[in-house]
């Protein structure tokens, strides 16, 4: 995490623009949207975002405690418009290749013919770094973290930067997380002026 940087909004325009794979598309969007970690999108089944009894996906996408950091379990994220739009397209593709199905994972990495298997984390970073160099964006220091610090520091902006805001929607159980996020955008005065405050 500390080496990762976060991506400029342009930035990340780019990398899905360059990235012609539906599920790979899809995987940029759910880091940009939910701030999840590389391996709770890893985690993610297709039951966590679609309801079978309805044929609908669902309002919100939760992962599953024991794939949280420290297994601590965090608020359900709503799901993004913009996710919405590339999970329904993903999905489509899933079902018209007959695995749209309770625990199927909703990453299917394309060496599942003997059986059904999710990416891992590695292949995610992978896919990332990947999208990056499409894109033209220095991959240095870009990596699956990067989108999380990006969303922490649009957090940061559109709480009137409320460093408690930025750690609730993170997730985090301390401040001092969440100030990690914030040391690239903020001086050590402005760090120190928001302890005095609190």
């Given at each position: 995490m500390g080496k990762c940087r976060p991506l400029a909004d342009s930035e990340i325009e780019l990398m899905k623009m360059s990235t012609p794979d539906l599920r790979d598309k899809c995987i940029l969007i759910a880091l940009?949207?939910?701030?999840?970690?590389?391996?709770?999108?890893?985690?993610?089944?297709?039951d966590d975002v679609f309801d079978f009894s309805s044929?609908?996906?669902?309002?919100?996408?939760?992962?599953?405690?024991?794939?949280?950091?420290?297994?601590?379990?965090?608020?359900?994220?709503?799901?993004?418009?913009?996710?919405?739009s590339a999970l329904t397209?993903?999905?489509?593709?899933?079902?018209?290749?007959?695995?749209?199905?309770?625990?199927?994972?909703?990453?299917?990495?394309?060496k599942h013919v003997a059986r059904l298997m999710g990416l891992c984390r590695e292949t995610i970073w992978?896919?990332?770094?990947?999208?990056?160099?499409?894109?033209?964006?220095?991959?240095?220091?870009?990596?699956?973290?990067?989108?999380?610090?990006?969303?922490?520091?649009?957090?940061?902006?559109l709480s009137g930067k409320n460093i408690?805001?930025?750690?609730?929607?993170?997730?985090?159980?301390?401040?001092?997380s969440t100030q990690a996020y914030l040391d690239s955008i903020m001086s050590d005065d402005a760090i120190d002026a928001l302890f005095l405050a609190a």
């Open positions: 940009e949207k939910t701030g999840y970690r590389a391996n709770e999108i890893a985690s993610l089944k297709i044929q609908t996906l669902k309002p919100r996408v939760q992962v599953k405690r024991e794939h949280m950091k420290k297994k601590q379990g965090r608020r359900s994220i709503p799901l993004h418009p913009d996710l919405r397209l993903w999905l489509a593709k899933l079902q018209q290749h007959g695995y749209l199905r309770p625990g199927v994972p909703l990453w299917l990495s394309r992978r896919i990332v770094r990947a999208a990056a160099i499409r894109a033209g964006v220095n991959p240095e220091r870009v990596g699956c973290h990067s989108y999380r610090k990006s969303l922490a520091v649009k957090c940061w902006n408690m805001a930025v750690k609730e929607a993170l997730g985090h159980k301390e401040v001092s």
